[in-house]
């Protein structure tokens, strides 16, 4: 058993080396991303050490000072995160812009073996291949991106969760106001699970981070932000509606209209209320709360879903189904995210993936019994016969 083991410990570390450098040589092909998404977050920084809080949202201003970081670049994108979190990142304009993007692509690798270690100590070391696998985090790096922060954030708020901390699942589900569009549902879906305490921790820290904004940018800086986010002249703000995630990316790449999206937004709303209403396992409801609220977002990239890293790992383990742990492990690999390479209407592939997963996150409610039930899942010519017991 204990040689076993060792094997069976060698070949996930073995295969996770080989997703590492898969990802390491994609990366290259990508290009350094200092002078894109790391930029904007850079000078949201660099603005907020030197005190220009009031116009912290002035786009003309953000462009010359990336400019000025940079000695000039072809495309600006803005800075959008809200006031507390650019004073997060003012210890970053501390250090020269191309060291400072070093310090920030290592510590998302630190924060990501972080949450590898955590899957590895929770589920055995196989689950470090899913972890491995999985695009999204790889791509947020390499784009410079921060969406290895809210991997560890929705992390957090599952631990927290799950060992009945609520007042501190609370706290960290509201520094998801940080990036607010994807997590718009984690408060709803805490108030229908009826968990009062987390939602008055959520609540409270919600009212001081939009407190110290306030106090930190004035109402003509709240205006100019709110000014900032609805724009739509500027492409970076918004670029390839297909390739990103959600419900307007399923319905661009079909060739819908807004009815088709109004639709599947319904829908995605009413999956998510149901599992939090009907599962009470903390992985479960608070995963259907962030998927829903990713597809509902217009403005969702594929490594925004690095969110679901530690959640997507649980199901695979802990769903009851086997139909929902095929499905956690479909939204793990690779493939469906490399699908938007092929563009329309094969850009849709993993907004379907994810709403798949949504749609069978409460599957576990018609197999919950005090006896044990024999279930049988008809596709085409093949029949799955699955067992649990309650």
């Known amino acids: 058993m204990a040689a076993a083991d060792r094997r069976l410990k060698t070949a996930a570390l073995l295969g996770a080396l080989a997703a590492s450098l898969f990802y390491l040589a994609l990366a290259a092909a990508i290009g350094p991303a200092q002078n894109q998404d790391f930029l904007n977050l850079y000078t949201g920084g660099q603005l907020a050490r030197s005190g220009h809080f009031a116009d912290l949202y002035d786009f003309d201003l953000q462009m010359r000072e990336q400019d000025r970081i940079t000695g000039g670049v072809r495309l600006h994108f803005p800075f959008v995160r809200p006031p507390f979190y650019a004073l997060l990142l003012s210890p970053l304009s501390w250090f020269a812009f191309h060291t400072a993007y070093r310090i920030w692509i290592a510590f998302h690798i630190g924060l990501l ?37 809210f991997s560890i954030l929705g992390l957090a708020i599952l631990e927290a969760a799950e060992h009945r901390k609520d007042k501190l699942a609370g706290v960290f589900a509201a520094l998801t106001l940080a990036k607010f569009h994807l997590f718009l549902l984690v408060p709803i879906a805490i108030a229908v699970r009826r968990r009062w305490m987390m939602l008055a921790a959520y609540l409270a820290s919600a009212t001081a981070l939009a407190a ?106 802990r769903a009851g189904s086997p139909v929902t742990r095929a499905a956690a492990v479909a939204a793990l690999v690779p493939v469906p995210y490399l699908m938007t390479l092929a563009g329309s209407p094969w850009a849709a592939i993993p907004s379907l993936f994810l709403a798949a997963y949504l749609a069978l996150l409460p599957y576990s409610l018609y197999f919950t019994t005090t006896e044990t039930r024999r279930f049988r899942l008809s596709i085409g010519s093949f029949g799955i016969s699955t067992r649990r017991s309650a």
């Open 212 to 317: 110290g904004s306030m106090a930190l940018v004035g109402p003509a800086g709240v205006k100019a932000y709110l000014a900032l986010l609805t724009r739509q002249d500027l492409v970076t703000l918004s670029p390839s509606p297909e390739r990103m995630l959600g419900v307007r990316s399923i319905a661009v790449n079909l060739g819908a209209g807004f009815w088709l999206e109004a639709m599947l937004a319904a829908v995605v709303v009413a999956l998510v209320l149901w599992t939090a209403r009907t599962q009470a396992e903390d992985w479960r409801w608070i995963s259907a709360a962030i998927v829903g609220s990713l597809l509902l977002s217009p403005h969702t990239y594929e490594y925004d879903a690095a969110v679901l890293l530690a959640f997507l790992v649980a199901a695979a383990h």
């Open 113 to 149: 073996l972080c949450v590898w270690a955590w899957s590895w100590r929770r589920f055995g070391p196989e689950s470090i291949i899913y972890c491995s696998l999985f695009l999204p985090s790889a791509l947020g790096i390499a784009h410079g991106q921060d969406c290895v922060v």
